[in-house]
T-cell receptor, first 117, second 111 residues
Framework: GAVVSQHPSWVICKSGTSVKIECRSL??????MFWYRQFPKQSLMLMAT?????????EQGVEKDKFLINHASLTLSTLTVTSAHPEDSSFYIC?????????????FGAGTRLSVL | SQQGEEDPQALSIQEGENATMNCSYK?????LQWYRQNSGRGLVHLIL?????REKHSGRLRVTLDTSKKSSSLLITASRAADTASYFC???????????FGQGTRLTINP
């Protein structure tokens, strides 16, 4: 159980276009979903936390108008990279948490590799 | 800034040997978790140890936690080639919901 699906796994786009990444919890309801960014051989940097039905909480330094997050249901969150530029190229990973208890175990998607030309 | 620092950054051992990775953190925590990431993939949760626990086992994994030193270690016994991956510790800071990840250890198991 606790499977998180992330789509697409790889996307190439032209500079200036927008890209949407989907994150779905397949067999559980995710009260909270998280979006991370990871550069090669580096750790995960949390971008934002989203709770179903409310606005996402962005980490310091992350542009909310650049990275639009929607969490419309308990099983789906989307990240849209708007007007993408080459510096947005990165590995984006989502995760989902079952609840808000102290355990906070997160179940991760397989990630999306974004390349902006 | 990252909560955790991991040591070593990279570790290469022979199959069958034990691998030990260490993690240090800065603030008070609710729990500490270890995750594994295969190259180009998402993370897989391995084990969680609560702040009031000192040691935990899961199969070939052994995790220790020393809250007085703000450090944790992950021991993988009888390593296998399939254990090759990056390993991250992550802490849940008291009063917060999010995980804060360490820099990770890249483990290579040589056949």
């Amino acid at each position: 159980g606790a499977v998180v699906s992330q789509h697409p796994s790889w996307v190439i786009c032209k500079s200036g276009t927008s890209v949407k990444i989907e994150c779905r919890s397949l067999d559980f309801q995710a009260t909270t979903m998280f979006w991370y960014r990871q550069f090669p051989k580096q750790s995960l940097m949390l971008m934002a936390t989203s709770n179903e039905g409310s606005k996402a909480t962005y980490e310091q330094g992350v542009e909310k108008d650049k990275f639009l997050i929607n969490h419309a249901s308990l099983t789906l969150s989307t990240l849209t990279v708007t007007s993408a530029h080459p510096e947005d190229s990165s590995f984006y990973i989502c995760s989902a948490s079952r609840g808000t208890g102290v355990s906070n175990i997160q179940y991760f998607g397989a990630g999306t590799r974004l390349s902006v030309l | 800034s990252q909560q955790g620092e991991e040591d070593p950054q990279a570790l290469s051992i022979q199959e069958g040997e034990n691998a030990t990775m260490n993690c240090s953190y800065k603030t008070s925590i609710n729990n500490l978790q270890w995750y594994r990431q295969n190259s180009g993939r998402g993370l897989v949760h391995l084990i969680l140890i609560r702040s009031n626990e000192r040691e935990k086992h899961s199969g070939r994994l052994r995790v220790t936690l020393d809250t007085s030193k703000k450090s944790s270690s992950l021991l993988i016994t009888a390593s296998r080639a399939a254990d090759t991956a990056s390993y991250f510790c992550a802490t849940v800071i008291q009063g917060a919901q999010k995980l804060v990840f360490g820099q990770g250890t890249r483990l290579t198991i040589n056949p």
